[in-house]
């Protein structure tokens, strides 16, 4: 009940990665500080847009490598039995800290920081609100419909969306196609809010 409920997960190839990372050297911990440095590179680039938007490419990128970083932690902890102590603080706060590095960095990049800062938010609400169901004996609620992989779904989007229109419009202001994108995500992490706690009401009124 605790864990996200992902497809990818029952890919042939995630677990023979999880086991390569694991001869390797590899714990699930240092996979998930990993995804804090993945999702740092992104959000650095992603304040950079108006400068650099060239390098938008490289954001969407490490917003890719952080979501697999947080894939295969989970896996590398319960199918390899690696799981630690701490390893739950390790799986969850870093996740907190890469969202608010990708989100605050697109509201700099997009000369909207105040949207960015909104939207990482409303991000740890998303979960504040997940980690509050379980706290009260409920099911975690990983409903959207802008949980995290569909923000970081966006936000992949709205990074080579941003790099493909400064191929065709070379100019040096936010880019409109990322600022979108990043309204959008906002709107949705909201609403997912709003969804959240009317289902955790519905379930403690049913108890």
Same mark, same amino acid.
């Given at each position: 009940?605790?864990?996200? =409920? ?8 995630? +677990?023979?990665? *999880? ?33 650099? =938007? ?39 706060? +870093?996740?907190?800290?890469?969202? *608010? ?13 105040? %949207?960015? !800062?909104?939207?990482?938010? %409303? ?13 009260? @004996?409920? +099911? @975690?609620?990983?409903?959207? +419909?802008? *949980? ?5 779904? !966006? ?19 936010? =880019? ?7 309204? !959008? ?17 519905? *379930?403690?009124?049913?108890?």
């Amino acid at each position: 009940m605790d864990r996200r =409920p992902l497809k990818t997960r029952s890919q042939a190839w995630v +677990p023979k990665l *999880a086991r390569v990372l694991v001869r390797v050297g590899f714990s699930p911990n240092q996979v998930s500080v990993l995804s804090l440095g993945a999702a740092a590179l992104a959000g650095a680039i992603l304040a950079a847009a108006q400068r650099r =938007p060239s390098l938008l490419l490289l954001a969407a990128a490490g917003i890719q490598l952080r979501l697999l970083c947080n894939l295969l932690d989970g896996v590398m902890a319960v199918e390899a039995g690696l799981k630690t102590k701490t390893g739950d603080l390790f799986n969850d706060i +870093p996740d907190r800290v890469a969202d *608010a590095l990708i989100l605050v960095g697109a509201g700099y990049g997009t000369g909207c920081p105040w %949207l960015g !800062w909104l939207a990482a938010l %409303l991000a740890v609400m998303t979960a504040y609100l997940r980690l509050l169901g379980g706290a009260l @004996q409920l +099911p @975690q609620d990983f409903s959207g +419909p802008m *949980a995290k992989q569909q923000r970081m779904f !966006w936000m992949t989007v709205g990074a080579l969306g941003g790099w493909f229109e400064a191929l065709l419009v070379h100019h040096h202001r936010s =880019p409109l196609f990322l600022k979108a994108t990043l309204a !959008w995500v906002t709107l949705g992490t909201a609403f997912t809010v709003g969804r959240r706690i009317r289902r955790l009401a519905r *379930a403690l009124e049913a108890r």
